[in-house]
């Protein structure tokens, strides 16, 4: 019988459960969707039940539907949406919905914590306070729902719950345990400056473990549930971004992922925390022990798209309106987009700004539009990259993934942007590989999670920088980089008149 792992990817919007062999094939791969619940403007939760009911779903299929053994699945380890607040109680019952990532009603706490910690927040963290995080959810509740926070014993991230309904084993893998704000990233423990800054108890947080660290077996109850043996052992996981980039090995410093989905992500693997970028790029733990990571993150990337796409072509499919682009030409016959349509994260942590265009004219097509907004959300990756210019980061590889690598042209337009190569992968699976990767590290298939990446990730096509393209985007560049201070203030006072009703 052949051993297999199975990674899971706790998303927001489904999970995917890959089973994946001893080779790094994905041999059967199930995924169940779950809804979002946006109560009131601004608020985004989920109900943990169906996480759990979700996986299980997967997993049932992947046993009766393509005749996976229990018994072949040796390891399960995960990926999972970062930040998300689970409440609990003495118990371990769920006390609220879950507050998602994508969640902003936090603006307040967020401020409170920057005014009662300053740069010592993020000295300790190596982040800004910003709204997504989980301490100013943490400080939301304490706030607005006394009672709850009263009752709460402890809190854990969706991936980590999820762990926990597999085992009844409570922990915080230690990339998620970055993502919630309240970890000294250095030293990669919780950090008592700031329970005792926020009047936390450190009995409020669960251990920390690692990524490819044993979590336990599943547990009799979850056996019975889903049909799984209580022989496979189960470990820690990775936050969602951290598992992407593994799952595309991004293993060096040289090398930077470029993900576009939903939201936009610039990643790049940091061998020790010696660079600080003082919080105008996210810095994290990584789930490869010892290792860290710093990215930043466009909120709205593949959204953009997604958006123009439902307003003003909703009859095409992604692949007709982005080829529509290569009617237009480089710099879109001087139409800038800024892709800012819900607010954004990086260069600006800025929730109250919003997208542009600039220079509309009447000889413009449509197809001068769609190619405005392919080359504004690269133009904002860009923003990310000349953040890790100016801290003397030096990279020559671009590894691109998401929805948006699946076109050529929009690869093309990454590479002259970037002035750099960049390279897609093959096959690729992003996040559930990453959670399969520590699986099979775990279970000691591989010495490390740098072998199990480079044995189970190939890389396919590369897209070299074309000369005469990178010098026309750089004068375009120049003028992206002035929109956001140019029309900030304008920018906020239709967002302002539009609040008013
Ligand atoms: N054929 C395509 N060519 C270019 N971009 C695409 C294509 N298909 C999807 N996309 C982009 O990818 C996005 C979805 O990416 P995906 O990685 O699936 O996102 P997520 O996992 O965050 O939902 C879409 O919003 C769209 O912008
Ligand atoms: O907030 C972040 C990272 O800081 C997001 O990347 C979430 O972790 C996204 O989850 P999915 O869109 O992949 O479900």
Redesign the pocket.
């Given at each position: 019988m052949e051993e297999l792992v199975l990674g899971v990817d706790l998303?927001t919007?489904a999970v995917k459960v890959s089973a994946v062999n001893r080779q790094g094939k994905i041999v059967a791969q199930r995924s169940f969707d779950y809804p979002l619940s946006q109560p009131h403007p601004g608020f985004s939760e989920q109900n943990p039940e169906d996480w759990v009911n979700g996986t299980t779903v997967a997993i049932v299929e992947l046993i009766l539907k393509d005749g996976i053994s229990a018994d072949a699945v040796k390891g399960i380890s995960y990926s999972g949406q970062m930040h998300g607040l689970v409440l609990l109680d003495h118990n371990k019952q769920v006390l609220r919905p879950a507050i998602l990532w994508n969640d902003t009603r936090t603006s307040q706490q967020t401020q409170e914590i920057s005014d009662q910690m300053g740069d010592d927040f993020i000295e300790i963290t190596r982040n800004r306070s910003l709204e997504g995080f989980t301490l100013p959810k943490i400080l939301w509740v304490k706030e607005n729902e006394p009672q709850i926070f009263e009752a709460a014993e402890t809190f854990v991230t969706p991936k980590d719950y999820l762990r926990y309904r597999m085992t009844g084993q409570l922990e915080m893998e230690i990339s998620d345990a970055a993502g919630t704000v309240m970890l000294d990233v250095e030293k990669g423990q919780w950090s008592t400056a700031i329970q005792q800054a926020f009047e936390l108890p450190a009995s409020f947080f669960p251990p920390i473990i690692q990524g490819i660290q044993s979590a336990g077996h599943i547990s009799e109850s979850y056996a019975l549930f889903s049909g799984l043996s209580t022989a496979t052992e189960v470990f820690g996981g990775a936050a969602d971004n951290a598992a992407g980039a593994i799952g595309s090995a991004i293993l060096k410093p040289n090398m930077v992922w470029s993900s576009?989905?939903?939201?936009g992500v610039v990643l790049k693997y940091e061998a020790n925390a010696e660079v600080n970028y003082h919080g105008k790029i996210h810095f994290f733990n990584h789930a490869i022990p010892n290792k860290y990571y710093s990215m930043g993150v466009t909120l709205a990337a593949?959204?953009s798209?997604?958006w123009f796409k439902r307003s003003f072509a909703p009859a095409e499919?992604?692949?007709e309106l982005?080829a529509s682009a290569e009617q237009s030409t480089i710099g879109a016959h001087g139409l800038l987009f800024t892709p800012y349509i819900v607010g954004e994260r990086t260069p600006y942590a800025d929730g109250d700004i919003r997208g542009s265009w600039l220079g509309i004219d009447s000889m413009h097509q449509r197809a001068d539009f769609v190619r405005s907004v392919l080359e504004g959300i690269i133009f904002s990756f860009k923003d990310i990259f000349a953040i890790y210019e100016d801290a003397g980061a030096q990279f020559d590889t671009v590894i691109a993934s998401?929805?948006?690598a699946?076109?050529a042209l929009?690869l093309q337009i990454q590479a002259d942007i970037f002035n750099k190569k960049v390279v897609v992968l093959e096959n690729e699976q992003g996040p559930g590989m990453g959670a399969a990767i520590l699986a099979a590290v775990g279970l000691g298939w591989f010495e490390s999670v740098e072998q199990a990446a480079q044995a189970f990730a190939s890389f396919g096509q590369v897209y070299e920088p074309k000369a005469e393209n990178v010098e026309k985007y750089a004068q375009v560049y120049q003028m992206y980089r002035q929109v956001y201070t140019q029309t900030v203030d304008i920018s906020h006072q239709l967002l302002a008149y539009r609040r008013q009703g």
């Open positions: 998303g919007s576009i989905g939903t939201s593949g959204h798209l997604n499919d992604f692949t982005v998401g929805g948006g699946k076109s929009w």
